[in-house]
Structure formats: C-alpha cells, structure tokens
C-alpha cells in the first residue's frame, strides 16, 4: 500500500510498518487525542512524532500488522 493507504490504516486503528525503512518491532500508530501519527517502540510504548521523508511518501513498502510488531 501506499503512504495515504497507511495513514489512512492508522487513523482507523489499524498498526502499520514501512519495512524499508523501519527497525524491526516498530509500528506507528495514531494518537486519537493528538490526532498525529507516531512510532511505537518494539515495547509498545510511544516513541515520537512521525515526520515523512521523501524516501516515505515514495515507499509501496507500507504493510499493516495486526499486533503492533
């Protein structure tokens, strides 16, 4: 999927991952009270703020998980 399939994934719960670019264990995930989108540490513990690259946007890498991971 695409970067606007993957955000628009997170808004509606969903966990999704960018396998080029990511380490393993990590997932963004959206913050429904911030209404911004974050990395999720292999912990499941907030990270921080998701700022998109270039090299992001042009990713068809974006897949969804279905536990965070």
């Not at 999704?16 to 913050?31: L, Y």
């Not at 998701?50 to 991971?69: E, H, N, P, V």
Request: aromatic share 14%; charged share 30%.
């Amino acid at each position: 999927m695409d970067l606007n399939d993957a955000v628009h994934t997170a808004q509606c719960g969903g966990f999704v991952r960018d396998d080029a670019t990511m380490a393993p264990g990590w997932s963004v995930r959206w913050d429904k009270d911030e209404k911004l989108l974050y990395y999720f540490n292999p912990k499941g513990e907030r990270a921080h703020r998701i700022r998109f690259s270039d090299q992001m946007r042009a990713s068809y890498q974006w897949r969804t998980t279905l536990d965070g991971q």
